[in-house]
């Protein structure tokens, strides 16, 4: 199975960090990830979702780079 790789992200919700540095993300296919945000983190109106991978390098289209197919936010 995918061991997946080790990727230096920052994730925020506004102004709320979910993820801050090393993460495992899959190395092959698409996976889901579900964060647990807190409800003080959600805005009336518009809400922004940052996606930043910190890697410096790597090579076009391979780990540790990643794609995001979509993102959700949703209220359990």
Do not use: Y
């Amino acid at each position: 199975g995918d061991t997946g790789v080790l990727a230096k992200v920052r994730i925020t919700f506004n102004d709320f960090t979910v993820v801050d540095g090393e993460t495992v993300f899959g190395a092959t296919g698409f996976e889901t990830k579900t964060f647990d945000l807190p409800a003080s983190a959600l805005r009336q109106g518009r809400n922004t979702l940052s996606i930043h991978n910190l890697e410096e390098q790597g090579v076009l289209g391979m780990p540790p780079w990643f794609m995001v197919s979509q993102a959700e936010i949703a209220a359990k």
